[in-house]
């Protein structure tokens, strides 16, 4: 793993001046972000600040109510987007994994190559096998998601998602849903992947994941991007109170 | 004669049509199920596609009316009985169209059985995790791609025993059909009964029919439920030193998270 990536300036998402209101609430305030191709960047904050909202904005989950979002540099807020398309190069993995619960976990990774990258079933089939070979689930092709534990989920749906050869990964708290004996596995995968120039988006709980393996650090809180910097700024000198407090409470 | 005497003279007399109405019964019941199933199933996707806060006003517009208009099949057929949609339906459209009185009744059925499936697969579309949605959502899949791929086979899995139940009410209230003259088992009771004016030894041996088949076929279809749940076990395929190789796990807690 010690292959260097250079890090580039080519603007992968940028997010200007983003907001997000569900009814009242509003949950994301004024974010504006750049994210560039290869960057790993990690979002902390305490519950309820809004970070799965600014990665489901991202995905396209959810619509944000102001502001824009450009991949590219263009906007993917434009009536014109092919959303799909979109999503298949700015992909996300979830808490809960979200794995199809009909299909066995091979499947899971080809279905989506098949029926939105229109690659042939062998293709697909082999390029499934090669991203679960790589996280250590090729063993388990015939499983069902439910005969899985949370680890091996997760490790098949970071397969699922790399199977689309996306350009961007949104993690939203890989591994947050699993049991302790398992954090480990998942977070090894993701490790791996920050060193392969994809670019990645984490939300997590994992101070030490944060820390040692992302070039970039966002604290959130009510909405707002609080503070934005290395690792050794975000972790070392915090400049603002509320990262502070934040740190305290959670190191 | 008792009433057992008289309902072996029935039998041996009139088994021929009891055996006519006993097929023409399960013919409209099934027939009109899975038509019924074709109707609810393409209903309730179109109800449940989502209209995001992105769409055209026209496009808004358009799901409205249809929307409105699919909830009132729905409402309208399952506030009335089927006996008075039969009768309506039949001599309004189906006499003037001298159509088949079969082919009526079972597009009569369908039309009924059509509006409790609508209601039956939009519940088990939504009873589906959002989760389901998102994950495919997320990489790219269309609404009609997720919903046909992974969700409506989910949704579907999970209402068999609905479906299953539906059927079973089928020959039974596909009874009321025989106001329109077809001969299914009612009425090929009734004619037998007719004959002799007795009337209770007839229903007696058509209530024993309509037992044994609705019995019958609750049975075949749990029987196909438990089958339907799935292998207990999955394969591991071979390592890379033994790729022939093949351990056999055994299920566990399948059920969990599904
Ligand atoms: N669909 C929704 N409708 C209404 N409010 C929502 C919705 N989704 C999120 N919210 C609200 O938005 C706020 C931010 O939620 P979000 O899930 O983004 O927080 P988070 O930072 O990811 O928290 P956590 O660490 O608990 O996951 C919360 O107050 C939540 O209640
Ligand atoms: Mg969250």
């Not at chain 1, 709980?205 to 609080?226: P, Q, T």
């Not at chain 2, 438990?226 to 071979?238: D, F, N, P, Q, V």
């Amino acid at each position: 793993m010690s292959e260097t990536v250079e890090k580039t300036n080519e603007r992968m998402i940028s997010l200007c001046h983003l907001a997000k209101k569900f009814g009242e609430n509003e949950v994301l305030r004024d974010i504006n972000l750049e994210v560039h191709r290869g960057e790993v960047v990690s979002v902390i904050g305490s519950s309820g600040s809004g970070k799965s909202t600014m990665l489901r904005c991202i995905n396209l989950l959810e619509r944000p109510t102001e502001g824009d979002i450009l991949y590219h540099g263009d906007s993917i807020l434009a009536p014109n987007t092919n959303l799909s398309a979109y999503r298949t190069k700015v992909t996300m993995v979830f808490q809960q994994f979200n794995l199809y619960n009909n299909m066995s976990v091979l499947k899971n990774c080809v279905i989506a190559q098949t029926k939105v990258l229109k690659r042939t079933k062998e293709e697909a089939t082999k390029i499934a096998m090669e991203y679960l070979t790589k996280v250590g689930m090729d063993a388990y092709i015939n499983a069902r998601p439910a005969q899985l534990s949370g680890g091996q989920k997760q490790r098949v749906a970071i397969a699922r998602a790399l199977s689309m050869h996306p350009e961007v990964i949104l993690f939203d708290e890989p591994t947050s849903a699993l049991d302790p004996e398992m954090v480990g596995e998942v977070l090894d995968v993701m490790k791996s992947l920050a060193q392969t120039g994809l670019t990645m988006i984490v939300v997590t709980h994992e101070m030490a994941f944060a820390r040692e393996v992302s070039d970039r650090v966002l604290f959130m809180d009510g909405g707002y991007i609080v503070e934005d910097g290395t690792p050794e700024e975000i972790f070392r000198n915090p400049k603002m109170k509320r990262t502070k407090e934040f740190l305290s409470r959670v190191l | 004669m008792s009433t057992f005497d008289w309902i072996i003279r029935l039998v041996s007399e009139y088994w021929q049509s009891f055996l006519v109405g006993t097929g023409n019964t399960m013919l409209m019941a099934l027939v009109g199920t899975a038509a019924g199933f074709v109707i609810g199933l393409l209903i309730a996707m179109v109800r449940t596609i989502p209209i995001g806060e992105g769409a055209s006003p026209f496009r808004k517009w358009v799901f409205r009316i249809v929307n409105f208009i699919l909830n009132a099949y729905v409402e309208i057929i399952r506030g009335t009985p089927m006996l008075v949609q039969a009768l309506i339906i039949h001599y309004s459209l189906f006499v003037p169209l001298k159509m088949h009185h079969l082919l009526s009744a079972i597009i009569i059925i369908s039309f009924n059985t059509g509006a409790y499936m609508a209601e039956i697969v939009r519940g088990g579309i939504m009873s589906i995790d959002k989760g389901q949605f998102e994950g495919a959502h997320a990489v790219g899949m269309t609404h009609w791609q997720t919903m046909v791929h992974v969700i409506l086979p989910q949704a579907v899995r999970n209402i068999m025993p609905s479906i299953g139940n539906e059927f079973v009410v089928n020959i039974k209230d596909s009874s009321v059909l025989s106001v329109i003259s077809i001969t299914e088992l009612m009425f090929a009771s009734k004619q037998a009964g007719g004959s002799y004016s007795k009337f209770v030894p007839a229903y007696l041996i058509c209530a024993f029919i309509y037992f044994v088949l609705t019995f019958t076929v609750t049975r075949i279809l749990r029987f196909a439920e438990k089958k339907m749940e799935g292998g207990a076990s999955y394969t591991i395929c071979g390592s890379q030193s033994d790729p022939s190789a093949e351990i056999r796990l055994t299920k566990q807690e399948e059920r969990i998270g599904e």
